[in-house]
């Protein structure tokens, strides 16, 4: 058991600090600095940065082209891109299919997507759920019938997030409808800007932003080799990914940087001869969502230590999930209830009257009520941890 | 002791319900919330012909003589379909004030054509630093020859972009933080050297940012007594926090009303997802903060009226608190609830839930009420 960084790790949070620092383009680090909201491009042009770089995906193994660091060091680097308010990178390719094609994939899907998924050169998006299999996911109905060399896919997916940026999207469809529903799904990789039959129509958030879609199959054709896995195994690894995904959603530097952005709302927010920073009631309530999100961060930093030795986030990641989620939103409140009268604003509010830091807080607050939605809402984590790991009987 | 309503409430409530359900569902400010102005002259005069917009005010000046409560009868029903009209600032915040304060004059001036319909009216006295503070004011009127000269800025005024006149804080002597010293005034919205930017809000209405750059008021437009304007300031920000919790009322019976009906309706795992236990407690919970705050509701509405301060502020700060803790409760897992569909624009529950988010910020926090309540006399004494 130890804590302590060594001086080589020291050196290390140094190197990747003036680093950033130093690569983060001009606009980009104004908007970094006022906590503003990234364009899609802006993402993709740091995304670009990193690949060259070689820190694009921090948890990939050497040899597909990951920087070979440990956790101490994935940990330092999480730590800092929130400290400086880099763009958070797009989850679905670096995050999600590429670890999923790492493990599951055969040799030409791995040369044919991973490089891509680095570069950012392919964006991706992911097609789970439909508009009745949300928390029941594996009830699924998006069809794929084999045709020659090709699946023929009929059916919808919707809340597809980015799909209307994104080159790929992965999908979770139905080859069969026998035995028990987890067991007729495949995983299948198909080419979202050139397959005639898929649309996609994005609609808004209730954040005012068009971050979701509804993506429609009419007889779009997937080739066969763009299925990961055996037919009819695609559960398995749909729910390997889940885990992936839910440790990217505990949002533990996500967090760090709402907080970092709630003191300073409160250090220029007056309040009588000083500001609200200087209000010991109103600290008291950042301290104990910053003391609590350290307990979060310890918890995710283990869990990530033990998947690292060898054995993959488990239903453990439930706890971080549902936890992170917690702190999250709750500090997404707190900034909300330090910009006081502000808070009423929107991002397109005039400057005057709301100052550029804070233009987009309450659409983002919005937002992230999602997050205790999106990748297994937390009351199918409670029934994953209540099932799964204290193993409590059904009713 | 009595909860029941009277014959005539009921008959209030019963109509304007009747006009959310046929005139102005949800679907019409839906509409209203792109337009420039975010809501609707006719609609004010429909609601004027009602008799709504005068049901407080007493019969010598137009009105029905009614009470507080009526308002907040009206207000709740008006938050079920969140109708956007400027019931608030208008009728509540400044036709309260110049209906207590006003000389004659004034009232059959600036009261009289908005109790008709024909007018709006506005409230600004918060300022880019005051936060909460009332007596944080800025904003100056200077003596002039003919009465007086206003220099500062307004921030957030609720219906300010279309208001025809304003009523406005403030300073006539002292210094940035005193109590004593500030006067309200009744400005018109086009008078020379008073600029209005239009600010459209999270929950999709008006509110505008003013400057007064050198205005010109005449000696009559003083609304009540000069440099003692803090103490009917304070009086009508606590009814505008009665008036936030009863709006916010219909807004919290609606999205949890809609909750247990999707919980009904939605089907995972082949059973209506309202079979899960889980999520029964979670309704349960939800019930009892939805009727702690209709209690503390008419509380404070009933004590709105009250001549006594420290029981004003006692119950209406409970509201308040109720509101923001306990509707929040029943905001955020109604959203929860719906699952991925309640961040999507276009269902009806995330509105609900920027107009509440909205609410909860106005005429003081949880944190501003729970600090008034423990500074007031009586919190030292062993009960309040
Ligand atoms: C912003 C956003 C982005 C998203 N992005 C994507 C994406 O990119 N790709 C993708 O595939 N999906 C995406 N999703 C979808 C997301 O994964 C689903 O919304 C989620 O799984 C919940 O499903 P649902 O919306 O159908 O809600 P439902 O499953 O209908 O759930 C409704 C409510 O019932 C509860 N509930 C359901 N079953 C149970 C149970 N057994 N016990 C107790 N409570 C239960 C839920 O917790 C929830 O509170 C996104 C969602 C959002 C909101």
């Given amino acids: ?395 | 002791m009595n909860f029941d309503l009277s014959e005539e409430q009921q008959m209030i409530v019963d109509s304007v319900a009747k006009f959310v359900e046929n005139d102005s569902p949800v679907e019409r400010f839906r509409e209203l919330r792109q337009s420039e102005q975010g809501w609707e002259p006719q609609m004010w005069a429909k609601m004027a012909e009602y008799g709504w917009l005068a049901v407080a005010y007493p019969e010598e000046q137009g009105g029905f003589g009614g009470s507080f409560v009526d308002l907040a009868l009206i207000l709740e029903q008006l938050g079920r379909g969140l109708v956007p009209e400027p019931y608030i600032p208008s009728v509540v915040l400044a036709g309260g004030l110049i209906s207590k304060f006003g000389s004659s004059e004034q009232l059959e001036r600036y009261l009289t054509p908005m109790i008709e319909g024909r007018s709006s009216l506005a409230l600004a006295y918060a300022e880019k630093q005051s936060r909460y503070n009332l007596n944080d004011c800025l904003t100056r009127a200077d003596k002039s020859t003919g009465g007086w000269t206003l220099k500062g800025q307004k921030v957030w005024v609720l219906n300010g972009h279309a208001a025809d006149h304003l009523i406005v804080a403030a300073r006539t002597s002292g210094e940035q933080f005193d109590s004593s010293g500030i006067s309200l005034f009744i400005v018109d919205s086009d008078a020379p050297g008073l600029s209005r930017i239009l600010v459209k809000g999270m929950d999709g209405q008006r509110s505008a940012l003013i400057n007064f750059d050198g205005v010109e008021v005449d000696a009559d437009r003083l609304l009540g007594e000069e440099n003692e304007g803090l103490a009917p300031l304070e009086w009508a920000i606590d009814r505008g926090a009665a008036a936030a919790c009863a709006e916010g009322q219909g807004e919290i019976s609606e999205m949890f009303e809609r909750t247990v009906q999707y919980l009904k309706d939605r089907r995972q795992f082949k059973v209506p997802i309202g079979s899960f236990q889980a999520l029964q407690h979670r309704a349960a919970e939800m019930f009892a903060e939805v009727e702690l705050c209709k209690s503390t509701m008419i509380l404070a509405a009933i004590q709105a009226d009250n001549e006594d301060a420290g029981t004003r502020k006692a119950e209406i700060s409970s509201a308040k608190l109720q509101l923001n803790d306990g509707g929040w409760f029943v905001q955020k897992y109604a959203l929860q609830l719906f699952g991925g569909i309640a961040i999507t624009d276009e269902e009806d529950i995330g509105l609900f839930f920027k107009r509440l988010r909205v609410l909860n910020g106005l005429f003081g926090d949880a944190d501003y009420h729970v600090d008034r309540f423990q500074s007031l006399e009586r919190f030292n004494g062993e009960s309040i």
């Fill in chain 1, 1 to 395: 058991m130890d804590m302590s960084f060594t001086p080589e790790q020291i050196a290390f949070r140094k190197e990747v600090r003036e680093w950033i620092d130093s690569a983060l383009p001009p606009e980009i680090k104004r908007k970094a600095e006022n906590g503003a909201n990234f364009e899609h491009d802006e993402v993709m042009e740091w995304h670009k940065i990193l690949y060259r770089k070689g820190w694009a995906a921090p948890g990939w193994p050497e040899e597909v082209g990951g920087p070979g660091w440990d956790v101490a060091q994935r940990f330092i680097f999480g730590e800092e891109c929130a400290r400086a308010n880099a763009p958070t990178l797009s989850p679905f390719g670096l995050g999600m299919v590429g670890p999923l094609i790492i493990e599951y994939g055969n040799d030409e899907q791995k040369k044919r997507f991973l490089p891509k998924i680095l570069s950012g050169e392919e964006v991706w998006c992911q097609g789970y759920s439909e508009p009745n299999a949300g928390s029941d996911l594996a009830s699924l109905q998006l069809r794929a019938d084999k045709d020659g060399d090709d699946y023929i896919l009929n059916g919808q997916k919707t809340w597809t997030t980015h799909a209307q940026y994104a080159d790929w999207i992965f999908v979770l469809c139905r080859t069969s409808s026998e035995g028990k529903p987890q067991q007729g799904i495949s995983f299948l990789l198909a080419d979202l800007k050139n397959t005639e039959g898929i649309e996609v129509k994005p609609f808004l958030t209730t954040g005012g932003t068009d971050a979701f879609s509804e993506t429609w199959f009419e007889d779009a054709r997937v080739p066969q080799e763009n299925r990961v896995g055996p037919e009819n195994e695609g559960w398995t690894m749909a729910k390997a990914l889940l885990g992936h995904e839910r440790t990217l959603i505990g949002g533990v530097a996500e967090s760090g940087r709402w907080l970092a952005a709630t003191k300073r709302i409160a250090a220029s927010t007056p309040v009588g001869v000083g500001t609200l920073m200087d209000d010991v009631a109103f600290r008291r309530r950042i301290a104990r969502l910053e003391m609590r999100r350290r307990a979060v961060g310890m918890a995710n930093l283990r869990i990530l230590a033990a998947a690292q030795v060898g054995r993959a986030p488990g239903p453990e990641s439930s706890i971080l999930k549902l936890a992170g989620t917690e702190v999250y939103q709750a500090i997404t409140e707190l900034a909300m209830d330090a910009m006081g009268h502000n808070a009423m604003g929107w991002f397109d509010s005039p400057l005057e009257a709301l100052p550029e830091p804070q233009q987009w807080i309450a659409s983002q607050f919005n937002y992230l009520r999602a997050c205790t939605i999106y990748g297994g809402s937390n009351e199918i984590q409670k029934n994953i941890i209540s099932k799964v790991i204290l193993g409590l009987p059904n009713a």
